[in-house]
């Protein structure tokens, strides 16, 4: 009985451990600060982390598709700087899309190169990462982007604006999130997806065309990623030619944390966003407790490990491998 109770605790700890890590952490930081459960602070951390979500429920798709994608973090960094560049040039209700096409097309050429080419997804994303960065410096001429009229643009709303007292990024993020969980939960296309991330060539002999899916699935990752790049832009009307650096590391390691397996065929979009959650209300509660900023880097690192770990245990069945 004890070993069948130790077995089952092994499981549960495999399959919902960051839950509990995620429960003291909580119950820790309202212990050292009250004001971490206050209402504010629990709407300043789900809009901190909008863009994270956003960009993190596209990766969702490529993950459960079976790749991955490291170039979310270029990508947002060049969204940012073309719309910002766009929105004196010809004005933002021509800017915005102008930047959705250029962003989808970086998009479909990475989707071209792993779907229809089959390419290594971890080798091209990489590569682009680099490769959107030089074109990113490129197109800014390695100036950062500021649009001229703050005040006199309606551009803000996206980032600074509220809707029946909610911020608007948060109301952007549970859309996208709402929106594309019922197409991976509840469309043909979502069945499909979880058919290619589970086993592409039984996929592929059920007539299910799996470079289309992995395609399409790298067009929704760049469409989330110019949502992103949207929001960054409006937050602050300027930014950084490196503002999404990094990213991808933070987007990676929210969608492992909430049980996509980077084998792929399993996640949520759900368990995306509270992975997003765990990440930005870890982060804040640090910040609460006085800790620099640079040890979010740290403890960022630390929960990529776990996640990596428990998604490998959950695998296996147990926490340890009896082969050393």
């Known amino acids: 009985m004890a070993a069948m109770n ?34 504010d602070n629990v709407f300043s951390v789900v809009r901190s982390s909008a863009i994270l979500g956003i960009m993190a429920v596209g990766v969702t798709f490529v993950v459960i598709s079976g790749n991955l994608d490291l170039s979310v973090g270029s990508m947002m960094s060049f969204s940012t700087i073309v719309v910002l560049d766009l929105h004196d040039k010809v004005g933002p209700a021509l800017a915005i899309p102008l930047m959705f096409l250029m962003t989808l097309c970086l998009g479909a050429f ?34 950062n982007m500021d649009i ?9 709303v996206f980032g600074q604006g509220t809707a029946l007292g909610i911020p608007v990024p948060i109301l952007m993020f549970l859309a996208v999130a709402a929106f594309l969980g019922l197409v991976l939960a509840r469309t043909p296309f979502g069945r499909k997806v979880y058919a ?7 996929a592929t002999f059920s007539g299910i065309r799996r470079a289309r899916t992995v395609f399409t699935c790298y067009l929704i990752s760049s469409g989330c990623v110019a949502t992103a790049g949207l929001i960054q832009a ?51 509660g640090l910040l609460l407790m006085g800790l620099q900023f640079y040890v979010q880097f740290v ?26």
């Not at 290619?196 to 039984?202: C, D, H, K, M």
């Not at 490196?242 to 368990?271: D, M, N, R, Y």
């Not at 690192?301 to 069945?317: N, P, Q, T």
């Open 6 to 39: 130790r077995k089952d605790l092994g499981e549960f700890l495999a399959k919902q451990g960051i839950l509990v890590a995620f429960a003291v952490f909580m119950i820790a930081f309202t212990m050292a600060n009250q004001k971490f459960i206050s209402i």
């Open 110 to 143: 990475i989707g071209f190169l792993v779907g229809y080419l089959r390419l290594n997804s971890l080798i091209v994303t990489l590569g682009m990462l680099s490769a959107i960065h030089g074109l990113t410096l490129t197109y800014s001429g390695g100036q």
């Open 148 to 156: 001229a009229d703050k005040e006199g643009t309606w551009f803000s």
């Open 196 to 202: 290619v991330g589970g086993n592409g060539t039984a």
């Open 234 to 284: 409006s937050r602050s009307l300027g930014s950084q030619n490196t503002v999404g650096q990094g990213l991808e590391l933070e987007v990676l390691a929210a969608v492992i944390l909430g049980g996509a397996s980077l084998l792929g065929g399993s996640g949520t979009i759900f368990k995306t966003v509270i992975g997003v959650l765990i990440l930005g209300f870890i982060q804040n």
């Open 299 to 324: 403890v960022t690192w630390i929960i990529i490990i776990l996640a990596v770990w428990l998604d490998i245990a959950a695998k296996r069945g147990k926490l340890w491998s009896s082969i050393a």
